[in-house]
């Protein structure tokens, strides 16, 4: 080995001296942040297929009319995979099979949970005008509390109605006027579903 070998060699050594120590650390590092990037698809992979799973075990009781067991493989969906895309299909399908079925307090529960979880507002709002709609089988005051709130342009016509149909039942006409007026000044009412109200607000202005 002649001198620049040496020399060549030992800048080598000290350039391992200063440096090597960091590098060691830097790709066991991105090894570590790399295995656990792996190990979090696997977990959400693993995730998803077990709510999928969940989701069909659901709509197998669902499908044959078992309300028993599609409440219990229901509740398996939203206690365990809440956070998947399958926990409100799930709520709003158990919710209509509990209606098909006179359990009102229950669907009203049910249709609870996606107001309080789901993330999209249309979504929340449909589904506190499906709970609303539940109560007002049992307990139309207590229906009546549930569209006490603003909504988007999208619902503020069905929210109205709604609470004009309610108000005329426990005899507050003049109310339920008011609400049927301010259903038919609010967009989303087509040709004869506005017909309807007209004639709704028609027959309660006769009646107060």
Same mark, same amino acid.
């Given at each position: +080995? &002649? *001198?620049?070998?040496?020399?060549?060699?030992?800048?080598?050594?000290?350039?391992?001296?200063?440096?090597?120590?960091?590098?060691?650390?830097?790709?066991?590092?991105?090894?570590? !942040?790399?295995?656990?990037?792996?190990?979090?698809?696997?977990?959400?992979?693993?995730?998803?297929?077990?709510?999928?799973? $969940?989701?069909? %075990?659901?709509?197998?009781?669902?499908?044959?009319?078992?309300?028993?067991? $599609? %409440?219990?493989?229901?509740?398996?969906?939203? &206690? *365990?995979?809440?956070?998947?895309?399958y926990a409100v299909m799930t709520a709003l399908r158990l919710?209509? /099979?509990?209606? =098909?079925? %006179?359990?009102?307090?229950?669907?009203?529960?049910? !249709?609870?949970?996606?107001?309080?979880? @789901?993330?999209?507002?249309? +979504?929340?709002?449909?589904?506190?005008? *499906?709970?609303? *709609?539940?109560?007002? =089988?049992?307990?139309?005051?207590? @229906?009546?509390?549930? /569209?006490?709130?603003?909504?988007?342009?999208?619902?503020?016509?069905?929210?109205? %109605?709604?609470?004009?149909? /309610?108000?005329?039942?426990?005899?507050? &006409?003049?109310?339920?006027?008011? @609400?049927?007026? $301010? $259903?038919? &000044?609010?967009?989303?009412?087509?040709?004869?579903?506005?017909?309807?109200?007209?004639?709704?607000?028609?027959?309660?202005?006769?009646?107060?």
């Amino acid at each position: +080995m &002649d *001198r620049t070998d040496e020399e060549q060699l030992q800048q080598l050594k000290d350039w391992w001296k200063r440096n090597g120590p960091p590098l060691l650390i830097g790709a066991g590092v991105a090894i570590a !942040l790399a295995a656990g990037w792996w190990g979090y698809g696997n977990w959400q992979e693993r995730s998803a297929q077990q709510a999928a799973g $969940a989701y069909a %075990e659901f709509l197998q009781a669902e499908h044959g009319g078992e309300l028993e067991a $599609a %409440e219990e493989r229901g509740q398996r969906v939203l &206690d *365990r995979h809440a956070a998947s895309g399958y926990a409100v299909m799930t709520a709003l399908r158990l919710a209509r /099979l509990q209606v =098909e079925n %006179e359990a009102f307090e229950r669907a009203a529960e049910t !249709l609870g949970w996606v107001v309080d979880h @789901a993330d999209d507002r249309p +979504m929340r709002e449909l589904a506190r005008l *499906r709970q609303a *709609r539940a109560l007002a =089988e049992i307990d139309p005051e207590r @229906a009546l509390t549930r /569209l006490d709130v603003d909504v988007s342009d999208g619902f503020r016509a069905a929210y109205a %109605e709604l609470r004009g149909d /309610l108000l005329h039942e426990v005899g507050r &006409d003049d109310e339920a006027a008011e @609400a049927y007026r $301010a $259903a038919l &000044d609010s967009e989303g009412l087509g040709g004869q579903a506005r017909e309807l109200v007209r004639l709704k607000l028609q027959a309660v202005e006769t009646e107060a």
